[in-house]
């Protein structure tokens, strides 16, 4: 058996997201799971330099977000892994007002107006395929609908700075969407970008006049970057071009620099735009990823979380005259512990159709003999794996195995060709790159090719079930975390609000319904050679967790090994410290034993 304490050491390390400058630039809020083992509200105090906890919840904090001019924080929290986020304010005495009204709907923050007076959301309460718009008052806690939705897919993403608008966002796919300013007094939408082009438009960022809107986008081209829309004409202009998606993009109170990230393969690069002389500078930490860039009210600080494979997530600050950074060490890993861990390499393959599909190698540091390999398989299927700390690749390759972490087609990053080659009848070719690299990998000398496993969380719990069901002789064991074993049977249950955008990506029931039945694993059970862990959140909003459990009865029928660890207290994903623990002790021994 393997050492828990040793898995319980990666583990136990800290996540952090979410950091908000405090109007007054002397406290940072921020998100971690330190210490407690569920995500809580914490603050940075840049005078003293310690940080604290702010409150204790029984449920994990989403976000924080901190309202202008005050010392009161919206924050956002579910219920046992739900994903049914509640809203609420904490004032600047540390106590909780809850904002919202129904533990069954969902809320989606849209942000606080200029004097702080007011805040809005987006939600389903009134149908659950649907979101309506609202507002409140903070102080009297008065909601008001201020637009009714047609069943399309709405979000707020900002508000005016005339305090009469909000900026929201139609949502077409998980992919595209369009951008309006609402009248909230009349509730009439004006278009600012086309609702025939797809397109995405994210991170939308007001002037301080409001005449400008400052977006990312892919509008006419393959990667996101940086344009200002005209308030007045309409009119979109490039102030950048990338090769690479940019993302999390942010002003400065004063209205005077952007900054935004460029997602190179998976390792990111900061950027500061001046927005008085065009000036453009970039700017790195290492390997990793730099999320959740937020401005200090004078604009010298930029604070953000930088993630990387040997650098686990922590918030870091950017002064933006010198360009000097600094780590704040609001979690608690040691530099003993991170010099123990690998950096991986970027290992490329041809894919059947000659397509290059890249992938994330990690290997032991001591590597003398074969070693197994793991494959870890993204969700989405719209994501990405990065170079960043993650716990189960840096246990496994202490362990001794190689790990692979590829983004097969489809995934996010590599320009939007890249991202459609997996859609609704190409479902199989993604799965089939899967496979092309796990052959090619096998006839590495290092690699013991009777010794190769396969892991894959929600979409990738589907990649890991159709590998062992279509290509038996591929894998000799697998790990599906919250996976899709039907699509027929996924789409009929997932929640409402996501039906419509998942069959953008999957197809329909009506339309594709033969196919469905043609690759769903559910119906190639009999070909399953490989021993199987499978495991699920009871509370699962987006998979159900029925879709693991219709698997393990047909299996057993079969007499077929399977290993099944259900959580009654989560959801989507497994975000309490104490259960990650028994789940990822439980599929390191399961690999220690089935690959022995």
């Not at 998100?31 to 995500?39: F, Y």
């Not at 892919?218 to 998606?245: C, G, P, V």
Request: aromatic share 10%.
């Amino acid at each position: 058996m393997v050492d828990h304490e040793k898995i319980s050491e990666f583990l136990q390390v800290a996540k952090v997201s979410s950091p908000a400058f405090a109007p007054d630039g002397n406290t940072l809020s921020y998100i971690t799971d330190a210490e407690t083992g569920l995500p809580q509200l914490w603050a940075y105090d840049f005078k003293t330099r310690r940080k604290s906890q702010v409150l204790q919840t029984d449920d994990r904090v989403m976000f924080v977000k901190h309202l202008p001019d005050s010392a009161a924080r919206i924050i956002g929290m579910d219920a046992n892994g739900n994903e049914r986020k509640q809203l609420y304010m904490v004032d600047g005495q540390h106590t909780l007002h809850r904002l919202t009204l129904d533990d069954d709907a969902i809320y989606q923050y849209g942000g606080a107006s200029s004097d702080g007076r007011w805040v809005a959301w987006a939600s389903n309460e009134r149908h659950k395929a649907c979101y309506d718009l609202y507002i409140a008052e903070v102080e009297s806690g008065n909601i008001r609908m201020v637009y009714e939705s047609d069943a399309a897919t709405y979000n707020i993403m900002a508000w005016h700075p005339d305090g009469k608008h909000l900026l929201v966002q139609e949502k077409f796919t998980n992919l595209y969407n369009c951008l309006g300013l609402l009248d909230i007094s009349g509730g009439n939408i004006r278009w600012l970008t086309s609702r025939r082009i797809h397109a995405s438009y994210t991170n939308p960022r007001f002037s301080k006049d409001g005449k400008t809107l400052y977006i990312l986008s892919n509008q006419d081209r393959e990667f996101k970057s940086l344009a200002q829309i005209d308030m007045e004409s309409y009119e979109l202009t490039w102030l950048s071009e990338h090769h690479w998606d940019a993302g999390n993009l942010t002003i400065d109170e004063k209205g005077t620099q952007l900054a935004y990230t460029t997602n190179e393969g998976g390792v990111y690069r900061g950027w500061l735009y001046n927005l008085q002389d065009h000036r453009v500078i970039d700017w790195e930490v290492g390997m990793g990823t730099i999320e959740g860039l937020t401005f200090n009210a004078d604009g010298t600080q930029l604070a953000f979380v930088f993630n990387g494979p040997t650098s686990t997530a922590d918030v870091w600050t950017l002064d933006t005259n010198h360009l000097k950074i600094n780590r704040l060490h609001c979690t608690s890993t040691t530099p003993s512990f991170e010099k123990s861990l690998r950096k991986p390499t970027l290992y490329n393959i041809h894919s059947f159709d000659g397509l290059e599909i890249p992938s994330f190698l990690y290997k032991p540091m001591n590597l003398d003999e074969q070693a197994p390999l793991a494959f870890w398989v993204h969700g989405g299927p719209e994501s990405q794996t990065k170079a960043e700390y993650h716990p189960v690749i840096q246990c496994l390759v202490n362990l001794g195995y190689i790990v692979c972490a590829p983004n097969v087609r489809g995934s996010r990053g590599y320009g939007r060709t890249y991202i459609h080659l997996d859609d609704v009848r190409k479902r199989m070719d993604s799965v089939q790159d899967l496979v092309e690299i796990a052959n090619t990998l096998k006839k590495e000398p290092e690699v013991d090719e009777h010794r190769v496993a396969v892991i894959g969380r929600s979409y990738g719990g589907f990649m890991v079930l159709a590998s062992l069901t279509h290509h038996p002789d591929v894998f000799d064991a697998g790990i599906a975390l919250v996976g899709i074993s039907s699509f027929r049977t996924f789409l009929e249950n997932t929640g409402p609000w996501r039906r419509k955008l998942r069959e953008i990506e999957y197809g329909t029931i009506e339309e594709d319904g033969a196919f469905f039945d043609q690759i769903d694993p559910i119906h190639h059970t009999d070909r399953m050679t490989a021993p199987l862990l499978v495991s699920h959140g009871a509370n699962d909003p987006r998979v159900p967790i029925a879709e693991t459990e219709q698997m393990i009865a047909d299996l057993k029928k079969r007499n077929h090994p399977i290993d099944y660890i259900r959580f009654e207290d989560e959801g989507h994903g497994i975000v309490k410290m104490k259960n990650q623990i028994t789940a990822y002790s439980r599929m390191v021994n399961f690999l220690d034993t089935r690959l022995s």
